[in-house]
């Protein structure tokens, strides 16, 4: 893979294509801290949505350090996976914490893919996500590792 | 790809067309008289659901738990919000669109019967009446639609659940067809089994005038004729009381009054009745299996409005309780009458007796008498227990079918809304809290009795205020202490009371904060709903159908208090058994069952039978294992977070402090003066409907019901987050710096 352009679509087809990522924050006591969630990405790449509960780990976690990381694969849990599958890490800082869908062309798409999780964005207990992302690292073919970045690290706001 | 279709022009294919319309199909084949009809297929349904959010929604709602662990009110939860869905989405405009032309121009306006046509009907084994919704006289393309809908929905019901679970049916590949009607409103209907399900020599024929809504939800009562099966002559004839009828008024059908020449004449003539089995056993040789059909009469003729097979044992075995769970859902008419008597005879004489037991003397009474009062009290107790489960708990489905009417009419966004017209009145539980607050009142402005108390409990106050307003309270309400958990005393709860007391003053703020809006928010629906319905012409019935689910929700809480307070009463006689015993150096007698206490009180050689008063279980603890989420039912709306009090005994309810989280196996009636200290509740027990969850709403206190071994997962001291919005309960500390919603930092 060479071009720019060709990367990008790739991960924008992977990002399409699944519902759940798995999201890495790290708490307070330096431990990182995984979680299964379900997100939607913006077309152009520059941010990944999600939504949880504010009771929750991970939102404490994210609270503390808003630096997170996310993966996203296509594996089918055959041996094919290991020709065949795609995974995308992602490195990006939550930039804003929504509580009042303020937000709200962001949670249409979010909703557009989910749709079954309105009533779960609706609650007053859930808080909207809004992940700024840095960089894409797509693995495919087993062992080849194509990097995109999005954002210079200097970008990312401070919290 | 095509989805509407005449009865001509159907396949035998149930999957397609379901085994109503087969089954209908067929009967036009050979030559029998139907109402016109067409046939929307089990494509429709799938276009429906498959472009929408709704299949994975009904996923989510139906594996909040194992549904094995779902109980009957949660299972109605779910349908309930199921069927919201349904309301709420609409249908797409293709699908719509064919669906109309085909109304319009085979209909062209009139009233018509929406029926559910389910591809298992046609196996024996499913094949029961009333398991998915049929609505009758539907006029308009639009309101058709909307049942369309809600017959969709119906594959998704309480009933259908219950029985889906165990025909072991996908839910994933469940499907719906749909029959729409023209309503014959013929002068008499009725239902003729070829074969009697509990006795095979015989055939049975039902009739009532009007329209058979009114036999087959059990609202009016149905001549019956028994017939030998092989000659197919009558061999009994049962004459009801004919009072009533039901016949279609505008957009609705309702339930008369019969004229009285009517009710003196059998609906069918003894030739009629035997056309009509002979017509039953002649479509039982078209399917080649005994029939149950369905029909009416217009003229000399007989429509035929469906045919299926009859099955036998349709409530399972002795002990599914299935069939007891379906009993609860009662008509309206039914409901009307379980008012009159739960509000005339049984809530007045429940009171009564527990009043008048209360003026027993206990102390005064000789071993003989002592027994003979506890063997009484045992019995009272027992009857008003059945009570309860025979007319009080059913009476509570005046919640659920008011809750149905108001989502149907509003179709709100939160389809639990209509609980909010109901809330905000006068319960015992709220003026016994009220009345507990009073003293704790007294108690607050004097630091004396404050320290009276502190040292040498409530028993030695000569404070004659206090002892008066404590004597006032517990004569009107009882001890709630008292008689809750066995392994306390009267008098020591007496002690714990006071200490309850004492949290409970000032507490005025809670309960008052919560009433704000809630009253102005509630006129507002209530109007809303009325209009509606106004122009529907159903505003009578809206009316009516809201104060009995007014006085359904108010009952649910006063029943519970009165038949604590029977119970109560039970225990005081049984303690001071106990303590008879006691001294008499009984072993054990402190945990001696009622039948062991009374048999010993009245024989000093009795054998005791060894078996002791159930004790609480062990709890299972692991030091390993630890419930960091839990999930329930969003029972009462809010977020709040505390220490957990897990409830096991009456000293636990002693030591509830003020802002903890009180989780519980079930909020038992003896409880609920708890619920205004909390910040929080959890419960085993599941329902956005039962007791916890009603007096939770009314002060406005997040809720979570239905978590599997709350009161085992959770422990005392255990910092808990409830989400009474989303039903997660959260266990272990929170960053404090998160704010949540209403909760103070």
């Known amino acids: 893979m060479t071009n720019k352009k060709q990367l990008q679509r790739e991960i924008a087809e992977l990002l399409l294509s699944q519902k759940l990522a798995v999201l890495a924050t790290q708490s307070s006591e330096v431990f990182p801290y995984a979680s299964l969630i379900a997100f939607a990405a913006t077309d152009d790449l520059h941010k990944i949505v999600f939504s949880t509960p504010k009771a929750t780990r991970k939102f404490a976690n994210i609270k503390h350090n808003p630096k997170v990381s996310l993966l996203i694969d296509d594996r089918s849990n055959n041996a094919k996976d290991f020709h065949d599958a795609k995974a995308v890490t992602v490195l990006g800082a939550v930039e804003r914490i929504d509580i009042d869908a303020s937000q709200k062309e962001l949670a249409s798409l979010y909703l557009s893919k989910h749709p079954y999780l309105e009533d779960f964005l609706r609650s007053p207990s859930t808080a909207f996500i809004i992940i700024s992302v840095w960089s894409y690292y797509l693995v495919s073919r087993f062992q080849e590792v194509m990097e995109l970045h999005i954002h210079d690290e200097n970008d990312i706001p401070a919290f | ?745």
Request: aromatic fraction near 8%.
């Open chain 2, 1 to 745: 790809m095509r989805t509407t279709y005449l009865l001509s022009e159907i396949s035998q294919d149930s999957k397609i067309f379901g085994g109503k319309a087969t089954a209908l199909m067929r009967l036009q084949e050979a030559g029998f008289r139907l109402p016109a009809t067409l046939c929307i297929s089990t494509e429709a349904y799938k276009q429906f659901i498959s472009g929408s959010s709704i299949k994975e929604k009904i996923q989510l709602e139906l594996h909040r738990k194992k549904f094995s662990d779902m109980r009957w009110e949660e299972i109605w939860d779910a349908a309930l919000r199921i069927r919201n869905l349904f309301l709420r989405q609409r249908m797409q405009v293709e699908l719509a669109r064919e669906i109309s032309n085909a109304l319009e121009k085979n209909f062209a306006g009139n009233s018509l019967v929406v029926r559910s046509s389910a591809p298992e009907e046609d196996a024996a084994a499913t094949s029961f009446a009333g398991l998915h919704e049929s609505f009758v006289n539907i006029r308009g393309t639009e309101p058709i639609l909307e049942h369309v809908k809600l017959v969709w929905a119906s594959l998704w019901s309480d009933r259908a659940l219950l029985y889906r679970q165990e025909l072991d049916l996908d839910f994933a590949k469940s499907s719906m067809a749909v029959v729409v009607q023209e309503l014959v409103a013929g002068e008499v209907s009725g239902v003729t089994f070829s074969i009697n399900p509990t006795d095979a020599t015989e055939g049975v024929v039902e009739a009532v005038y009007g329209l058979n809504q009114g036999l087959v939800d059990g609202a009016v009562e149905p001549d019956r004729w028994i017939f030998h099966r092989k000659e197919a002559s009558i061999k009994e004839h049962y004459t009801p009381q004919r009072e009533k009828f039901m016949a279609p008024q505008g957009d609705d059908v309702i339930l008369t009054g019969l004229p009285e020449n009517k009710s003196l004449q059998a609906p069918l003539s003894p030739e009629e009745a035997v056309a009509i089995y002979r017509k039953a056993k002649k479509i039982e040789n078209v399917f080649g299996k005994p029939q149950d059909v369905e029909w009416t009469k217009v003229g000399n003729d007989f429509f035929i409005l469906q045919s299926r097979p009859v099955t036998a044992g349709q409530d399972g075995d002795k002990d599914d309780k299935r069939g007891w769970y379906l009993s609860l859902q009662r008509s309206e008419d039914n409901l009307k009458k379980l008012r009159i008597k739960i509000e005339q005879e049984h809530f007045p004489a429940m009171k009564k007796e527990a009043a008048e037991l209360a003026k027993i003397d206990l102390r005064s009474l000789s071993d003989k008498g002592l027994a003979g009062e506890l063997e009484n009290r045992l019995q009272v107790k027992e009857k008003w227990t059945a009570i309860y489960w025979e007319d009080f708990i059913p009476f509570a489905h005046g919640m659920r079918l008011f809750g149905k009417l108001y989502n149907d009419t509003v179709s709100p966004e939160d389809p639990f809304e209509f609980v909010e017209l109901l809330s905000n009145v006068p319960l015992l539980s709220k003026n016994r809290n009220k009345a507990l607050r009073k003293i704790g009142t007294y108690v607050q402005q004097r630091p004396d009795l404050q320290h009276a108390i502190a040292a040498g409990g409530a028993g030695a106050i000569n404070d004659a205020e206090f002892n008066r307003l404590m004597e006032g309270f517990i004569s009107l309400y009882g001890d709630p202490f008292c008689g809750t958990y066995g392994d306390r005393t009267c008098d020591v709860s007496r002690d714990e009371l006071v200490s309850v007391i004492m949290q409970m003053a000032g507490n005025s703020t809670t309960e008052k904060k919560s009433q704000i809006g809630k009253e102005a928010n509630k006129a507002e629906l209530e109007s809303t709903f009325l209009k509606i319905s106004k122009e529907g012409g159903k505003r009578a019935r809206a009316e009516g159908l809201l104060d009995l689910a007014r006085t359904s929700y108010r009952f649910r809480d006063d029943d519970n208090i009165v038949l604590g307070r029977i119970e109560e009463q039970f225990f005081r006689a049984l303690e001071e058994g106990r303590q008879r015993l006691k001294k008499r150096h009984v072993d054990g007698a402190a945990h001696l069952t009622a039948r062991d206490v009374l048999r010993s009180l009245v024989d000093k050689r009795y054998k005791l039978s060894g078996t002791k008063a159930k004790e609480t279980p062990a709890k299972q603890e692991n030091q390993h294992i630890k419930a960091r989420q839990l999930l329930g039912q969003p029972a009462g709306p809010g977020i709040s977070r505390g220490r957990a009090r897990v409830i096991d005994s009456a000293r636990d309810l002693a030591l509830f402090k003020k802002g903890e989280v009180l989780v519980c196996d079930a909020v038992e009636p003896n409880m609920t003066f708890i619920v205004p200290l909390a910040a929080g509740v959890i419960e085993r027990r599941g329902g956005m409907l039962i007791h916890g969850a009603i007096i939770a709403r009314e002060y406005g206190i997040a809720c979570v019901t239905g978590v599997p071994n709350a009161a085992t997962l959770i422990h005392t001291g255990d910092e808990v987050t409830v989400d009474g919005y989303l039903g997660i309960v959260t266990v272990g500390q929170l960053d404090k710096t998160i704010s949540l919603p209403g909760v103070g930092k």
